[in-house]
């Protein structure tokens, strides 16, 4: 090889990475600066979501705009929720962990279950406010039956709490420890 041939395979490999490095650079932020992905929804949960959309939608007679505004709060409200639970989660395993401690502390395992009562209150609340939200977005007929409708899934809820509390009866308390009547 001479000299124009080495200089000339240099140049070209040369520009070759300095192509590389662009594109690398390039891809790098245009990821950088897009707009972040949506979380993911499991395809059940959106399935789901998308029945009761669309059955608010029927019932309530929704135009365009309520839908819309209803799906928003719907998304705003699943967020607060998914962080308080979250939460609750992280602290039941906080007495979990206490729990099988050396010693469990009795007052560190009240202090945590009552930060878990407490945040379960302010589940509720967020609850309450959601639909104080979603009734602010109905006119006064749809009002009425938006709040037929959420009876009938609190009596809905209640059947199946008394259910469970049926199938969760085994007779009377008995110690851990096997004595007893």
Do not use: W
Not at 4 to 11: D, L
Not at 108 to 128: C, D, F, P, S
């Amino acid at each position: 090889m001479d000299l124009f041939s080495k200089h000339k395979y240099t140049t070209i490999t040369i520009i070759v990475l300095v192509l590389l490095n662009l594109f690398t650079l390039s891809v790098i932020l245009i990821r950088e600066f897009r707009e972040p992905e949506p979380p993911f929804v499991p395809p059940r949960e959106a399935v789901r979501a998308d029945r009761v959309m669309f059955f608010l939608q029927r019932e309530l007679d929704l135009t365009e705009e309520q839908a819309k505004q209803f799906i928003q709060l719907r998304r705003d409200h699943f967020d607060e929720v998914q962080n308080i639970q979250k939460d609750i989660q992280d602290i039941k395993k906080k007495m979990m962990d206490e729990l099988f401690a050396g010693q469990p502390d009795g007052q560190k395992l009240e202090a945590l279950a009552r930060q878990i009562g407490e945040m379960e209150g302010q589940r509720e609340m967020l609850v309450n406010r959601h639909f104080m939200d979603l009734k602010a977005v109905c006119r006064p007929e749809q009002r009425e039956i938006l709040q037929q409708l959420l009876h009938r899934v609190m009596q809905r809820e209640q059947r199946l709490e008394r259910r469970h509390e049926r199938m969760g009866r085994r007779g009377p308390e008995r110690p851990l420890n096997g004595e007893g009547p």
